[in-house]
């Protein structure tokens, strides 16, 4: 066997089998993107179906009220868990978590096989839950008694259970596989103060998936037995409490919105150091914002249930806790700018999206902050005030980390160079779009217009006229993105190792463009200079 | 095949021995957080029982607290209303409802009322009543002295009965901040079918037969709910 030498290394599996068995960070990766895709479609369509129905007061084409409680939840749960997850941790994490910290792939990479099938597993599950029995219309946050069997008799729910349960075994398995890696795999040299943001991302992420989604699979295994096996954890005529699952279930929720933040966190730190030039601004209270972001995230809950009947002294607690957060959040927002001021910044489009970012992630942070005062709160409870915040908090703002994250690496991917202006038009479309979208749902939502219902009075609809036309302005440049991928794909023009120059100093652009089916299989040795 | 030429090349550039060392190494650290998971499975179980004693401890959720009465002469000076609610789950076929709307009172002074149920069946079954109050801020001031909810009841068929509940209000609920406002405290009870129904075996034979009619009963009711 040691006759193998380097003229072999970039044997691969060929056809099928090389997808299907895949033991390759590279290709599992590569895999969750096209997953990632493939249900944004998905996930978008229902949205757009949503916003059309929205257009006008009254109701126009969705007959059926409860197919469109089904579009909200199908929306929500594939967008959290089949989109934004796979791309950001699956896809994102599984290329370039190896590739940075220099070492030849995962730590278990028969198991990183297997966290992307059981999500792949999990996604028909769920698009069935969506189609059998009328659909499941529980929304994502799937409360009893409107989830219990009372209120959704079929299988449809029983479906939605097991999806979860297999996306969250899939994301429990990457998350064990990450940290293994991380801790244990880093090239000599990279101590974890040197490693890039995005590895101090990824790890926190994984940490935070390890803590939070067994809460969730605890949760829904009781509703599940709620349902079919006579138990009563839910049902308070069986001496339960449907107010356990709205603690357990946001015991989950809160940790699951700074899963789906972190990983844009890192991705955006790496972006605007490379294009500003310029070493991350105060790297470690970016690490140790990240770090104490996660930790305080899982105190404060109970935010999402102000209005369920706390005492004063408990909703004055989360009211500060929550707040709380707003200082290491702040901590990463002015180290951007920081590593910005004084750089010799170039706008291309990996840049313009993390700038989008830090832009929208600004407006939902303060927008947060309003909603953290249990008083304000009260009244702005399930209101499209709150579909807005997190719509920019964490939808759109981990989206342009996404697109971001798409433009500065899909070079090192494909090898091919993406079309400048055409990915600078679909910044300025995307970004035009989403904001007409959600801009206006704060004032509907002031002007006291409830979410999650089909129809509305008419006083709210020149505000969801321009929503929806923001919503169709967004899908435009949702298919510019699948142009520019095609064109990249189609193009004739390289990109070289390192297409960013000096700015970029991570080590994924030490190695070709494509990057080899194996790298770093003679370990990187980062002692003489540190990885930052 | 194909996979083991794969592995073989990485040990080329790591060195066997070092990547033996680290693959233990990484075992390890797997079964470390693989006992992590499964620590925050048990957790999320026993949240239920830690749930249920945290709001006995504290009064939290409107959950009511057991006491001798001793008032120690303390009465306030104010009076509160208490109102009575009654409910029964639809799988078990009573019929229960307070034998008074509402008592007014001192808090420090002791009060009983009385419900009435009655089994519509014909079968003996075993129920179990939860209560709670409202608003939720005055259960750690809700003492029952006495009550048919800390046992279970056995009814026969057709039989009535009427069950007592003493209560007081402490006194010092005029005194919190927090609930000195508070005129009117709602006493609510939800009947359900005990899932220990070896009582009834006690009385007869029957029990069998009342577990499956139990059992039917459900069953029906997931099949056409409403």
């Known amino acids: 066997m040691s006759n193998i030498t380097h003229d072999h290394h970039d044997h691969r599996p060929s056809g099928w089998k090389r997808w299907a068995y ?29 916003r059309a129905e929205l257009h006008e007061p009254g109701i126009q084409f969705i007959t059926d009220p409860q197919f469109y409680n089904v579009l ?36 278990f990479p028969r198991m990183n096989n297997v966290s992307f099938w059981l999500v792949a597993a999990a996604l028909i599950l769920l698009v069935i839950a969506g189609f059998i029995d009328g659909g499941a219309g529980t929304g994502w ?37 990450f940290i293994t890696t991380i801790i244990n795999m880093r090239a000599p040299g990279m101590t974890f103060h040197r490693m890039p943001l995005f590895i101090w991302a990824m790890l926190l992420t994984a940490f935070l998936l390890l803590l939070a989604i067994p809460v969730l699979a605890g949760a829904l295994t009781m509703l599940l037995t709620d349902r079919n096996f006579g138990t009563a954890f839910f049902a308070p005529d069986g001496g339960g409490d449907p107010v356990l699952w709205q603690h357990l279930f946001w015991f989950f929720g809160h940790p699951e919105v700074y899963i789906m933040i972190l ?3 890192g991705i955006i730190s790496e972006i605007v150091s490379t294009f500003s030039k310029k070493p991350i601004f105060g790297y470690l209270g970016m690490a140790y914002a990240m770090t104490s972001i996660g930790v305080v995230g899982f105190v404060v809950w109970a935010h999402h249930m102000y209005t369920m009947g706390f005492n004063v002294e408990t909703r004055a607690y989360f009211t500060l806790a929550t707040m709380v957060i707003a200082v290491p959040t702040g901590i990463k927002i002015f180290s951007w700018l920081a590593t910005m001021w004084g750089g010799s910044i170039k706008f291309d489009t990996p840049m313009l999206y993390s700038m989008g970012f830090i832009f929208l992630f600004v407006v939902g942070g303060v927008t947060g902050v309003t909603l953290a005062n249990a008083g304000v709160d009260m009244a702005f409870h399930d209101t499209y005030f709150v579909v807005a915040h997190f719509h920019y908090v964490l939808s759109i703002s981990a989206l ?26 679909q910044f300025w479309v995307t970004f035009v779009g989403v904001n007409l ?18 129809d509305y009075p008419d006083a709210y609809a020149g505000w969801n006229m321009i929503s929806s036309w923001g919503a169709y302005i967004s899908a435009v440049g949702g298919i510019l993105f699948f142009v520019v991928l095609y064109k990249t794909l189609t193009s004739n023009v390289k990109a070289e190792a390192n297409e960013w120059g000096v700015g970029a100093t991570t080590l994924e652009w030490t190695v070709d463009s494509p990057a080899p089916f194996h790298t770093h299989e003679v370990t990187p040795n980062i002692i003489p200079e540190p990885a930052e | 095949m194909e996979l083991k030429k794969q592995k073989s090349t990485t040990r080329v550039g790591d060195g066997v021995v070092n990547m033996r060392k680290k693959s233990s ?72 409802k307070p034998m008074q709307n509402k008592i007014t009172l001192r808090p420090g002074e002791q009060a009983i009322a009385f419900y009435e149920a009655t089994n519509v069946s014909d079968k003996p079954i075993v129920g179990t009543a939860v209560f709670n109050v409202a608003p939720f801020k005055v259960g750690e001031y809700f003492n029952k002295i006495e009550c048919f909810c800390f046992t279970e009841q056995i009814l026969l068929p057709g039989q009535t009965v009427q069950m007592p509940v003493t209560f007081f209000v402490d006194s010092s609920i005029a005194e919190d901040r927090n609930t000195k406002e508070v005129s009117t405290i709602t006493l609510s009870y939800t009947f359900y079918a005990s899932d220990d129904q070896s009582e009834v075996e006690n009385l007869s034979r029957t ?4 577990k499956k009619s139990v059992d039917n009963l459900r069953r029906t009711q997931i099949i056409q709910p409403g």
């Open chain 2, 207 to 210: 029990s069998l037969e009342i």
């Open chain 1, 141 to 177: 946050t799937v409360y009893p008694p409107l989830s219990s069997a009372d209120y959704h008799p079929g299988m449809a729910v029983d479906f939605g259970i097991l999806a979860l349960h297999l996306a969250g075994a899939s994301s429990i398995l990457g998350a064990i596989n």
């Open chain 1, 400 to 425: 342009f980390s996404m697109y971001a994250g798409f433009y500065y690496w899909f070079g090192k991917m494909s090898g091919k160079r993406y079309p400048e202006w055409l990915g600078r038009l």
């Open chain 2, 25 to 96: 190494r990484n075992g390890l650290t797997a079964v470390v957080l693989g006992f992590l998971v499964f620590s925050m499975i048990g957790l999320a179980y026993a949240s239920e029982p830690l749930y249920r004693i945290f709001c006995q401890v504290t009064g939290y959720g409107g959950t009511t607290r057991i006491a001798v009465f001793d008032n120690k002469g303390l009465v306030a000076k104010n009076s509160i209303t208490v109102r009575f609610d009654a409910n029964v789950n639809k799988l078990l076929p009573w019929r229960f």
């Open chain 1, 72 to 107: 909200v939840t199908a929306h929500g749960f594939i967008m959290v868990f089949f989109v934004v997850m796979p791309a950001l941790i699956g896809g994102f994490g599984n290329w370039f978590i190896p590739l940075m910290i220099g070492t030849p792939d995962m730590a």
């Open chain 1, 263 to 265: 990983p844009a966190f």
């Open chain 1, 437 to 454: 979208l959600f801009f206006p749902q704060h004032f509907a939502g002031m002007a006291g217009m409830p979410r999650r219902i089909i």
């Open chain 1, 22 to 50: 895949s033991t390759n960070h590279k290709d599992i990766g590569t895999m969750y993107l096209v997953l990632s895709m493939f249900a944004a479609i998905i996930g978008g369509a229902a949205s757009m179906l949503m």
